[in-house]
C-alpha cells in the first residue's frame, strides 16, 4: 500500500488548507487513516484519525473545532481540511493507515504512531502569521 499526501503550501493565519491522503496498492487492505505532524527536532504529534466506516473521528485539542477530517466514497482518499490556521500549525504533515486485521473494527481509530502500518511521504504547511 502506498500513501500520497498532497495539499500543503503556505497560507496566513486565519486562512484554511486542505490536504488529502490518496492510497494505492490495495486501499482494501487498510482500515483506520490518521494525520500527523511533525516539527524539525520534535516527536510526530498526532492531529487527527478517522475509522474506516467514516463513522468515528478523533481529534488532537489543539485542532478540535478549527480540522476536520473525512473520507471520500470510495474510502480508499481521507482529507484534512485544516481552517482558521494559526502559525503553530506551521509543520510536515504524514498521513498513516492501518492495515486490515481481523482483531480491528471498521469503527476503530487510532492515535498512536505505533498503531500505523503505512505511512505516506510529508506535505509541508506553513501559516505566516
Known amino acids: 500500500v502506498q500513501l500520497q499526501a498532497s495539499g500543503g503550501g503556505l497560507a496566513q493565519a486565519g486562512g484554511s488548507l486542505r490536504l488529502s491522503c490518496a492510497a494505492s496498492?490495495?486501499?482494501?487492505?487498510?482500515?483506520?487513516t490518521g494525520w500527523f505532524r511533525q516539527a524539525p527536532g520534535k516527536e510526530r504529534e498526532f492531529v487527527a484519525a478517522?475509522?474506516?466506516?467514516?463513522?468515528?473521528?478523533r481529534y488532537a485539542d489543539s485542532v478540535k473545532g478549527r480540522f476536520t477530517i473525512s473520507r471520500g466514497n470510495a474510502k480508499n482518499t481521507v482529507y484534512l481540511q485544516m481552517n482558521n490556521l494559526k502559525p503553530e500549525d506551521t509543520d510536515d504533515y504524514y498521513c498513516?493507515?492501518?492495515?486490515?486485521?481481523?482483531?480491528?473494527?471498521?469503527?476503530?481509530?487510532?492515535?498512536?504512531?505505533?498503531?500505523?502500518?503505512?505511512w505516506g511521504q510529508g506535505t509541508q504547511v506553513t501559516v505566516s502569521s
Open positions: 498513516a493507515a492501518r492495515a486490515r486485521s481481523t482483531y480491528d473494527s471498521v469503527h476503530d481509530y487510532y492515535t498512536g504512531a505505533s498503531d500505523y502500518d503505512y
Open positions: 496498492g490495495g486501499p482494501s487492505s487498510i482500515y483506520a
Open positions: 478517522i475509522s474506516w466506516r467514516g463513522d468515528k473521528t
